[in-house]
C-alpha cells in the first residue's frame, strides 16, 4: 500500500515533496518516478522546443504548403483591390 502522505527527494529539483506530487513508474521499486510532475513537465516543455520532432516536421511542410497558397491568395486579393481602387476613382471622376 503506499501512502500518500510521505514524501520523496525529486532527484531533479532535490525538494523533499509529497509523494502525490510523482509521476507513477512500474519500474520503479516505489513505483515512482525519480523526478516529480512539475520537472518531468519542464523536462518536456524544454525537450519539445530543441527536437521539435515528426509531428513538428509535418507541420512546418503543412506551413510551407499553406505559405504558398496564402503567397498566391494574397497576391489575388492585392490585384482585386487595385482594381477595386481604380474603378472606384474612375466612377468618381465620372460622377464629377
Ligand atoms: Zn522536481
Known amino acids: 500500500m503506499m501512502i500518500l502522505n510521505e514524501y520523496k527527494v525529486c532527484s531533479k529539483c532535490k525538494n523533499n515533496i509529497r509523494v502525490c506530487f510523482f509521476g507513477k513508474d512500474k519500474n520503479r521499486v516505489d513505483g515512482l518516478n525519480y523526478n516529480c510532475k512539475s520537472c518531468i513537465n519542464k523536462k518536456q516543455k524544454s525537450s519539445n522546443e530543441k527536437n ?45
Open 52 to 96: 521539435p520532432g515528426r509531428n513538428a516536421g509535418h507541420c512546418r511542410r503543412n506551413y510551407l504548403k499553406n505559405h504558398e497558397k496564402r503567397v498566391s491568395y494574397q497576391k489575388k486579393y492585392n490585384q482585386r483591390k487595385k482594381l477595386e481602387k481604380l474603378s472606384e476613382i474612375i466612377n468618381e471622376n465620372m460622377a464629377n
